[in-house]
């Protein structure tokens, strides 16, 4: 409807045109937004972007503009136009929003899908936490901001892959299985100290024990490093192995577990720093290879040090004594003198580079989304920086940073780490508050809000936590039905255009919601915020209580015509409510 009443106003202001009521002049790009219902149901700012370049008053201009409106009979069939200031407001007729009933029951669940991406391949890559642990209630706001993400761009017509990154090269691989070990040796008996920065989770502690239980002392009697190496492999396919069987208790699915490692052992990571280099964009320093955006020399100065997961990563500083921004430089492998182990040098970013490539080029990922935790966030500048050194389309790689959760246990923070074993995992949540309930707390806020989680009032009050609220209305509808068709099956409506058109202001206001729905879609599928789906759901179930409330349905002195069309009005925010729900990667319970 938003882009119907869009499509009409941009033809109102050309027919303006041809009559001279407005000079000629390029059309700005505008939006239609919701006022307070009392003003209309769509508002067009048009006038005022116009005002100047026309040299005209915006209430002329919107006054021409909505004339024009006025006398087009496509436009009048469907609305009214008024002139508010400036402000163009279009007000849609009874009979308009009596057929969008119509038109969602006919959609049923495929009401809210829009052809945005019109079979575009895009992929979301979520997850992709260290493998040297169990999914994190970190984690989850990573993976339920991305699925979620997923679920809203395939409702616009992307064709979506999803896909998680998992870390297995490098450092943290030799650090991981150096602790399993050292938890394997101390399950059977033996002294094992545990490493530097070694996980002490009771987790990786778990893995280790079950590796001797069935095992024995095999590991014992290899050599270390050798041991190690296979304790690391096989603790990380363990750590995958529960991290599937989490992400399924969230519904959450992937298409593929993209490997780290393989980048490198296939040749790719080489051929990207190779093409690089040959595009001037690799400069050796001090023993290591740089990424430097523009070909410069390396910068002299106090950079940037990234210490993860035993990754010392250096940057060069990123802005002048102005503090104007400067090229992008970073190390991609590192100087012998610093990492002894050449299977090791390769930092983060000499990953991120074949990685990215492989996503849009080989595999034609566009957009290809990341989602990453605000640890990353100077981490952004460098992988775009890259992507454009490497040709990659300009918007192709588009990157989603959310803000941590601070975890409160009766009022107080937590501090927790996967190294010291005090992480909170996903699957302790679930089983306290369930899966609809922990998704719909982590898409509560934008992913660029920080907001705090506390466990124990959320177990004491899931009960009352809004997605409880959004899925009684979901219920409670299909309860009205199994009344309706017991008191009075012959006057529950099929699909068949509706008798009466609605006349009620919360009909009408139900209605209203019923048509944000694709508006919704579109909206997070462009900003790649999902909490407005939340938002949406909320305010979907407040107007439906309040209909339901003011407008009887199946009591004995409702006319039949009457219950038949409220029934179907039902019926229609049933299925809004569910399409809502599904996209946040939750159930619509029938019963509650």
């Known amino acids: 409807m938003r882009d119907l009443l869009t499509q009409h106003i941009c033809a109102a202001i050309e027919a303006a045109q041809a009559a001279g009521d407005l000079p000629a002049l390029e059309l700005p790009a505008f939006t239609l937004a919701h006022p307070r219902p009392e003003m209309g149901d769509y508002a067009a700012s048009i006038a005022m972007q116009l005002a100047r370049p026309a040299k005209l008053a915006p209430q002329v201009i919107a006054e021409r503009i909505a004339g024009q ?24 007729l009874p009979q308009t929003l009596t057929n969008v009933v119509d038109d969602v029951t006919r959609a049923g669940e495929a009401w809210g899908n829009i052809d945005l991406g019109h079979g575009q391949k895009a992929q979301v890559e979520h997850g992709s936490a260290n493998p040297t642990g169990y999914a994190t209630i970190g984690t989850g706001r990573n993976v339920i901001t991305g699925d979620t993400l997923a679920n809203a761009l ?48 009771d987790d990786v502690v778990s893995i280790a024990q079950a590796i001797a239980q069935k095992d024995g002392r095999k590991y014992l009697d290899m050599p270390r490093e050798e041991a190690q190496r296979a304790l690391g492999r096989m603790g990380i396919d363990a750590v995958m192995d529960n991290i599937r069987g989490t992400m399924a208790r969230l519904n959450i699915r992937f298409d593929n577990f993209f490997s780290e490692k393989s980048l490198w052992t296939s040749g790719l990571a080489g051929e990207m720093i190779e093409m690089l280099g040959e595009k001037g964009k690799i400069v050796t320093y001090e023993g290591a290879q740089w990424f430097t955006e523009d070909g410069s020399a390396i910068r002299k100065g106090q950079g940037r040090k990234k210490t993860d997961d035993e990754y010392a990563e250096e940057e060069t500083p990123d802005k002048d004594e102005k503090g104007k921004k400067l090229p992008v430089q970073a190390v991609v492998i590192r100087s012998a003198n610093v990492i002894t182990n050449p299977e090791e040098r390769g930092t983060y970013f000499a990953s991120d580079l074949p990685y990215a490539w492989n996503k849009v080029h080989l595999r034609g990922f566009n957009p290809a989304i990341y989602v990453w935790g605000e640890d990353h966030q100077a981490d952004v500048e460098r992988v775009l920086a890259g992507a454009r050194a490497l040709g990659l389309p300009d918007g192709a790689v588009r990157i989603v940073i959310y803000r941590f959760i601070t975890l409160l246990r009766s009022g107080q923070e937590v501090r927790m780490g996967k190294r010291k074993g005090n992480a909170i995992l996903v699957d302790d949540v679930l089983d306290d508050i369930g899966s609809d309930a922990f998704r719909y707390v982590m898409l509560s806020r934008s992913v660029d809000t920080k907001f705090a989680f506390d466990l124990d009032v959320l177990k004491e009050q899931s009960d009352k936590n809004p997605v409880y609220y959004v899925q009684y209305g979901h219920a409670r509808i299909c309860s009205i039905f199994a009344r309706a068709a017991e008191r009075r099956p012959q006057d529950v409506p099929g699909y068949e255009q509706s008798a009466l058109v609605y006349e009620h202001p919360s009909e009408h206001a139900l209605i209203r919601k019923l048509l944000e729905l694709p508006e919704v879609v579109e ?35 409702v006319p039949a015509d009457v219950m038949r069309a409220r029934l179907k009005l039902a019926h229609a925010a049933r299925i809004a409510l569910a399409k809502s729900l599904h996209l946040m990667g939750m159930t619509a319970p029938e019963r509650m």
């Open 69 to 92: 409106l006025r006398a087009n009979p496509d436009f009048a069939k469907i609305a009214q136009a008024e002139v508010a200031g400036g402000f163009i407001n279009l007000r849609l």
């Open 154 to 201: 395939q409702a616009a017509g992307y064709d979506v892959h999803r896909e998680w990154y998992v870390n297995d090269a490098g450092s943290q691989v030799r650090v991981f299985g150096a602790s399993i070990f050292a938890h394997y040796a101390q399950a059977l008996g033996v002294d094992e100290a545990l490493p530097v920065k070694g996980y002490a989770g």
């Open 523 to 557: 909206l997070v599928t462009q900003t790649l915020q999902p909490h407005h789906l939340t938002g949406y759901a909320q305010s979907l179930a407040t107007a439906f209580s309040k209909f339901y409330d003011d407008c009887p349905v199946i009591r004995e002195d």
